[in-house]
């Protein structure tokens, strides 16, 4: 099973600030890690999926990087309404697995 | 619009049984994988099954694989999980997702499902 570590697990940021959150595999996964919001009491939106690729409809100043095992997802300028637990996913062999989570809360 | 609609969760005591269900609309039901994903109360996402767009394969976690029975049903755009020998440890969020090139893009609501005596 590949296990995805995410850091931090938490992080408090005052908005328009940068937030920057790492996802790293047991193994190489190549590019098929995908990133996730999840707000509370809402089910997961697909934000990024295999590593940089933007999903429709999602804010610019989301992005992502990385390959092999070290992945990073950015938010650029933070807004309020970014406050959400963001995972990330790999798809490159099952059983799928997800990182643990990242909290990001707006002072 | 991808709506993915689940229903049947509920309270259910340990080792009873308790089936799933997911109505797709929006999109041509019959051409896609599909996912089920829990999430216990205050944790993470748990991959639990997937199935392939005409139901002849299928795959578990270990965690469920025995007890737990993914299906699909084409003409009803309707995605199950059939959850047999049930534990406490089950107890979850349990959301159906759609699979895009081998990655869950869109999520249901969840439906609750809580095994306790």
């Known amino acids: 099973e590949i296990v995805l570590t995410q850091s931090p697990d938490f992080q408090s940021v005052t908005p328009k600030e940068k937030v920057t959150i790492t996802c790293r595999a047991s193994q190489s996964i190549g590019s098929s890690l995908h990133w996730y919001q999840q707000k509370p009491d809402q089910s997961p939106k697909l934000l990024i999926k295999?590593?940089?690729q933007s999903f429709s409809g999602v804010p610019s100043r989301f992005s992502g990087s990385g390959s092999g095992t070290d992945f990073t997802l950015t938010i650029n300028s933070l807004e309020a309404e970014d406050a959400a637990t963001y995972y990330c996913?790999?798809?490159?062999?099952?059983?799928?697995?997800f990182g643990q989570g990242t909290k990001v809360e707006i002072k | 619009e991808v709506q993915l609609v689940e229903s049947g969760g509920g309270l259910v005591q340990p080792g009873g049984s308790l089936r799933l269900s997911c109505a797709a609309s929006?999109?041509?039901?019959?051409?896609?994988?599909m996912h089920w994903v829990r999430q216990a109360p205050g944790k993470g996402l748990v991959w639990v099954s997937r199935i392939n767009s005409d139901g002849s394969s299928t795959s578990y976690a270990d965690s469920v694989k025995g007890r737990f029975t993914i299906s699909r049903d084409n003409a009803k755009n309707t995605l199950y999980l059939q959850m047999n020998s049930l534990r406490a440890e089950d107890t979850a969020v349990y959301y159906c997702?759609?699979?895009?090139?081998?990655?869950?893009?869109?999520w249901g609501q969840g439906t609750l499902v809580t095994v306790s005596s």
């Open positions: 997702a759609r699979d895009y090139q081998q990655l869950v893009d869109y």
């Open positions: 929006g999109f041509t039901f019959s051409s896609y994988w």
């Open positions: 295999y590593a940089s």
């Open positions: 996913h790999q798809s490159s062999s099952l059983p799928l697995t």
